[in-house]
T-cell receptor, first 108, second 115 residues
Framework: DAKTTQPPSMDCAEGRAANLPCNHS???????VYWYRQIHSQGPQYIIH???NNETNEMASLIITEDRKSSTLILPHATLRDTAVYYC?????????FGTGTSLTVIP | DVKVTQSSRYLVKRTGEKVFLECVQD?????MFWYRQDPGLGLRLIYF???????EKGDIPEGYSVSREKKERFSLILESASTNQTSMYLC??????????????FGNGTRLTVT
């Protein structure tokens, strides 16, 4: 069974917040939640990660529910360059579980 | 910034050839990984290495081997390439240090076609 579940695709209007959900109901206590994005023909780019507290950096915010069974990646002001496939991953140490991602299209 | 460099972006090889994919990282990371990425299957781990000359099989090691003679370099070897090894190959690295379970850093991938 997949460790993470994401909607296959989403649209977002340029300038608006993009909220990308991820379910990880079987996450273990020591597993982190990571988010990456991949633009066509490039390698995945790291965005943010967290264990149980909400996190924010210059790219995005990560909201993890209190029971840690789901999380949301927030891109506060989406631009056309944010069009990509976004992957929610759980992992600890050298063990990472990748899902099949959400294809986000930012619409002008 | 961490830089993970894969030697080729595109590669075309014939069935039966021995193929070498090279990856170099410049941040002194202990751990290095090889994944392959296929549509609908996501990223699957082939092998990883946690130290020089040390390696661990991932989920799909069959048909592949690896070499890590120096800390910064991790090579993936296809002993006898087959058409079902046509894929995007991604190298990644991460350090052991850091208390917040450091993330993977990926290269830009090598798209291998076996004809």
């Amino acid at each position: 069974d997949a460790k993470t579940t994401q909607p296959p695709s989403m649209d977002c209007a340029e300038g608006r917040a993009a909220n990308l959900p991820c379910n990880h109901s079987t996450i273990s206590g020591n597993e982190y939640v990571y988010w990456y994005r991949q633009i066509h023909s490039q390698g995945p780019q790291y965005i943010i990660h967290g264990l149980k507290n909400n996190e924010t950096n210059e790219m995005a915010s990560l909201i993890i529910t209190e029971d840690r069974k789901s999380s949301t990646l927030i891109l506060p002001h989406a631009t056309l360059r944010d069009t990509a496939v976004y992957y929610c991953i759980v992992g600890t140490g050298n063990q990472f579980y990748f899902g099949t991602g959400t294809s986000l299209t930012v619409i002008p | 910034d961490v830089k993970v460099t894969q030697s080729s972006r595109y590669l075309v090889k014939r069935t039966g050839e021995k193929v070498f994919l090279e990856c170099v990282q410049d941040m002194d990371h202990e751990n290095m990984f090889w994944y392959r990425q296929d549509p609908g299957l996501g990223l699957r781990l082939i092998y990883f290495s946690y130290d020089v000359k040390m390696k661990e099989k991932g989920d799909i090691p069959e048909g592949y081997s690896v070499s890590r003679e120096k800390k910064e370099r991790f090579s993936l070897i296809l002993e006898s390439a087959s058409t079902n090894q046509t894929s995007m190959y991604l190298c990644a690295s991460r350090p052991d240090r850091g208390f917040r379970n450091s993330p993977l850093h990926f290269g830009n991938g090598t798209r291998l076609t076996v004809t």
